[in-house]
């Protein structure tokens, strides 16, 4: 069963439930367009895009404590997975999740920001970060 994230307190909840993402790690990012090459009437391929396009990315967190989840983005409007150096484990200490208005000069524009750093500055963009529409997390098994 998935759980929606809609408010403040939905947001406190995961915190809560899975321990702010301390000491977890990034086990899987899985993103998708929405794009694929389709071909015409003239026989050439051309790229072409759901017509409600919605970038998605599933993201898979471990955690020692607290088990497995899946994190459903939808609308993803900028994200990066970073890791600094050769053989970097990207462990997290403590996660950061709030939702942001106005990040695109829109006053009705609320989107919700996760990074794995609690401590995510939103003007300087460093490390792994999903920027997006919604959001929806669920417990998985471990393979």
């Known amino acids: ?28 990012l899985n993103y998708i367009s929405g794009n694929y090459m389709k071909k015409g009437k003239n026989g050439n391929i051309a790229i072409a895009m759901d017509e409600n396009i919605n970038h998605c990315i599933m993201l898979t967190v471990d955690s020692e404590w607290r088990g497995r989840i899946e994190l459903m983005f939808n609308g993803v409007k900028k994200f990066s997975c970073q890791c600094f150096e050769d053989c970097y484990m990207n462990y997290i200490l403590l996660a950061y ?45 471990y393979d």
């Open 97 to 141: 999740l709030k939702f942001h208005d106005n990040l695109r000069g829109k006053a009705d524009d609320r989107l919700i920001v996760w990074a794995n750093d609690e401590d995510f500055d939103l003007l300087s963009l460093k490390g792994s970060y999903i920027i997006a529409d919604s959001l929806k997390w669920r417990y998985s098994e």
């Open 1 to 28: 069963m998935w759980n929606e994230i809609n408010t403040d307190e939905d947001i406190a909840y995961l915190m809560d439930t899975y321990g702010g993402f301390h000491e977890t790690c990034i086990v899987s």
